[in-house]
């Protein structure tokens, strides 16, 4: 049974262009979560996704950000003209319930903006 | 809000020796608690849980973490410490089933473990 899936693994971006970070659950988990580690600090929640909705991205900037998990297919957080600021580690996580079960990590996606 | 404090930014200890990394919480009412290590340039891997019951839990890797509400403390422990145990521990907080952030953790701000031969 694989893992939580993240590519790419390692992204480089210039300012003002699109970063693309996929997530493929574990097989039977229906819950995604996106998290971001930025340097120094600990790990913070930005958006938590079932199939097709997003229920809650209370942690998501409001500007720029944006995240999908389609019927078919990855789950997609989409920053949109990157800034150096965004250069970090965003991890992806995923469970079988919505609360009250562990979440399982994939490896992260370190994007660097230069 | 809940929140979680990890007051140790760093702790150094020898090989063999005893640890334990503290981890403290906010939450209204009965938290999920969990300890993740993580090593450089790797995910999460999840050491152990507390959900209900037992308040002393035990985990993977020879850790073990106790609950303690009357001190909304989660501390981590491990008797003997091995060098491979260096990396970086994150102690985090869930809403419990029912709640209203859908499971989210909050994790508190890490503390990174050095491991001296």
């Known amino acids: 049974n694989a893992g939580v899936m993240q590519n790419p693994r390692h992204l480089v971006r210039r300012r003002g262009q699109e970063a693309r970070l996929r997530c493929s659950p574990m097989k039977g988990h229906s819950h995604v979560y996106w998290y971001r580690q930025l340097p120094e600090e600990g790990l913070k929640f930005m958006v938590y996704?079932?199939?097709?909705?997003?229920?809650?991205e209370s942690g998501m900037p409001k500007e720029r950000f944006s995240a999908e998990f389609p019927k078919e297919g990855p789950s997609i957080l989409r920053i949109q003209q990157v800034v150096r600021g965004d250069s970090a580690a965003y991890f992806c996580?995923?469970?079988?319930?919505?609360?009250?079960?562990?979440?399982?990590f994939g490896p992260g996606t370190r994007l660097t903006v230069t | 809000a809940q929140s979680v404090t990890q007051p140790d930014i760093h702790i150094t200890v020898s090989e063999g020796a005893s640890l334990e990394l503290r981890c403290n919480y906010s939450y209204g009412a009965t938290p999920y608690l969990f300890w993740y290590v993580q090593s450089p340039g790797q995910g999460l891997q999840l050491l152990l849980k507390y959900f209900s019951g037992d308040t002393l839990v035990q985990g993977i890797k020879g850790f073990e973490a106790e609950f303690k509400r009357s001190q909304s403390s989660f501390n981590l422990r491990k008797p003997s410490v091995h060098w491979s145990d260096a990396a970086e521990y994150f102690c985090?907080?869930?809403?419990?089933?029912?709640?209203?952030?859908?499971?989210?953790?909050?994790f508190g701000q890490g503390t990174i473990l050095t491991v001296h031969p």
């Open positions: 985090a907080v869930g809403e419990s089933a029912g709640g209203t952030s859908y499971g989210k953790l909050t």
């Open positions: 996580a995923s469970s079988s319930l919505a609360g009250g079960s562990e979440q399982y």
């Open positions: 996704l079932q199939k097709e909705n997003i229920i809650d």
